[in-house]
């Protein structure tokens, strides 16, 4: 590690040089003359919310713009972040997206925005990138910071911050339609219109899309491999967004935003499962007012507020085990959870069935024999024995009766709604001080019988400023803070200190220091989690409906913030000449207080206790030799250390497992590299992605993950209209699967073509 860094340290000293040796340098306008005013886009600015050129960044920022998501040709917006340094992609039933490394289950420790609105969900901490309304045409740009921002974003901006900013509706004036068809069920539907009505210029969108996500392989063990979503992994999503704009005078303007999304989201299933495969249906909405008024041209305020509610509707059949909804068997667990569950998985062993039931069993012997062989630490006393014994005498003393089978259904279904409001003021002071500051108030509240037992809620307020100082023409200071004070956890302020030292108009070297937290989720926090069986099937208990003996109620609550401290040190170099920009940066993050075992009801115990130590560097280089033609590479070094807390009742495989957990979504060497070019009205992109120690699941470090895309584009344009027709191939190089040994095609070449018109 020390080695690599030296490395990149030396490239950093190297680039300097040629910052120096350059003896012509543009203004670095390009992001001032993007922001420059509501008339363009809205005014979201991601690293300090303060207009800021690429050089004078506290932190590491990578910007797609449209012209990229033209050129690389993607289907869906996850896909967009593969080409960022140091982020991973996880798909299947749900998308997920991590920063150096994270859980693949739960994309907890990302914020991320939509026009400034938080997608963010508190009530199970994630992000369902499905469920996002936004079409890939309507973006202007997405603003990746790639680091902590808690002290502008307030916590869940643990990692990094995605801003993703839409097009003025006067930008896209006129209709595009567009129909998609593929391997793998891919049929995308999409229409587009933006005009002028009176005072406004509006903006509306209807899109569908639809696919069958993956089909496993034979490596697997599945005896056939079909078309169709035999995985039962697809979706089905559509949606119609709404961006209005207008202006009152000139200091005054409105930006109206809602949009109304319906989908179903079929849910992996376990290989070997026969009952009814979930769907999950959801619908999701929300409405979105943003007010600007300038006092003068260095002076300006805004407040924004919106409204959004989701709802999912999951509903399973399953079959088990009658033991499973014993009443007895959950008295147990709420006493014992571990010994509860060595009976509700049936993992006693069969010399130990017939002691306990006749009443011979010592407690000491059986404690030592289930040490022995479910390597647990174990604490069972003549109470534990007795109570197994009636539940074995419930069954009348019969095996077979534990064991036997029963069917019944039970629901996800959960409701969610946010109501936030913020405003924040942007001054500036004099040549040396800039600030912005605000407040915001916010309100989360959940439903849901499975998850809370009814409703729960959540109120959040904060505080926040940050302030540009320069005290000379090439040094600049970015102090910042959020102070957060919230019903279900403790009040947090995070703060982050930068320097930023200009060599040249536009390459600077930065140092930052930045802290943050994430806020354990209201599940996390307040669970009431039982599952409630219903319309049973014959059982030995007599029961028609039951609960599962597992219960999580109000079992966990008091766990810390997950809090991290990070130092970067980077550079940023633009050589107009040559046509190139880039980015490196050296890091050293300290992860503490982590809550890495997994949300459900098999696990008993949960607790923030594991730390996680990353370092290395990560590169960005944009190039234009020539005007036709365009590089974009980046890539990422990652050292990661994880270690869990005391926790006496893990097993060894269970503590091992945890660890791994933290980086399944990562990477120690990645890569990823796009060339474009252009030929009259033809265009052309080829992408290679290169993964090293990929998905490191199993502890190994030689999975390797290789992925070779092309994208194919060609239009015509007849008077007033235009025809656009391209075609896109992925190669899934390796075996590897992504995440999960299910998450594979048997098909490596996979592709969609695509007709669409504009006018």
Known sequence: MKGYLGSMVAILATAMNAAVAEDLFLPDAGLDAELSGFTVVPEVLTATRLKQPRSEVPGSMTVITAEN????????????????????????????????????????????LIDGRSVYRAGIASVVWEDIPVALEDIQRIEVFRGPNASSYGANAFMAVINIVTFHPADTLGTRAFARSGHQGVRDYEVSHSAELGEWVYRATVSRKHDDGFDGNERLGQETVQPGDNLHDGSRDSFISLNATTQFSDQSRLLVEAAYKDGKQRVRQRRGEDEIAPVDDNQSGFVMAQWQYDFSTTHTSQLRAYWQKEKRLTEFRKCAPAVVLSPLLGQLYREDPYWA????????????????????????????????????????????????????????????????????????????????????????????????????????????????????????????????????????????????????????????????????????????????????????????YSLQITNLTENYLGLSEGTLYATQTGAYGDLDHERITSWELGYYGRLPVQNLEMDIKVYRDHLYQLISDPINLNTPDVSSNSTMNLQGVDWQFTWTPVRDHSFWYSGAYLDADVRVGESPNLSDNEESNLKRVETRLSSEFSHNLSWSAALGSWRFTQSYFWHRSYNNSSGAKSSPYRRYEVHLKKGWIFNSWELETSAFLHHLIDESPIAYNTNRIEDKYLGFLQVGVKF
């Open 341 to 528: 569950n060595v009976i509700g998985r049936f993992e006693l062993p069969e010399e130990l069935f017939l002691p306990i039931a006749g009443g011979t069993a010592n407690p000491e012997d059986v404690e030592a024999l289930l040490e022995e062989e479910l390597d647990r630490n174990y604490d069972i006393s003549q109470s534990d024995l007795d109570q197994v014994q009636t539940i074995f005498a419930q069954a009348g003393f019969d095996a077979v009766n534990l064991s036997s089978i029963t069917c019944g259904e039970y629901d996800l279904d959960f409701d969610e709604q946010r109501i936030d409001v913020e405003f924040q003021d942007t001054v500036q002071w004099n040549d040396i001080l800039r600030t912005v500051a605000g407040v915001s108030f916010r309100r989360d509240q959940v439903t849901s019988q499975t998850y809370f037992d009814g409703t729960v809620s959540n109120d959040l307020m904060r505080v926040f400023a940050n302030a540009e100082i320069r005290p000379l023409d090439k040094l600049i200071f970015n102090l910042g803070g959020m102070y957060e004070d919230e019903d279900k956890n403790s009040a947090v302020f995070s703060p982050r200190v930068a320097a930023n030292f200009l060599v040249a108009p536009q390459h600077s070297l930065r140092l930052v220091y930045s802290t943050a937290v994430r806020s354990p989720d209201l599940l996390e926090q307040e669970p009431d």
């Open 69 to 112: 998501i033209e050129q690389w040709g993607v289907r869906t917006l996850p896909e967009l972040f593969r080409f960022v340094p140091g982020m991973f992609v996880k798909h299947g039933d749900q998308d997920s997206i991590a920063y150096h490394a994270s859980n693949p289950n739960l994309m907890r420790r990302m914020q991320v």
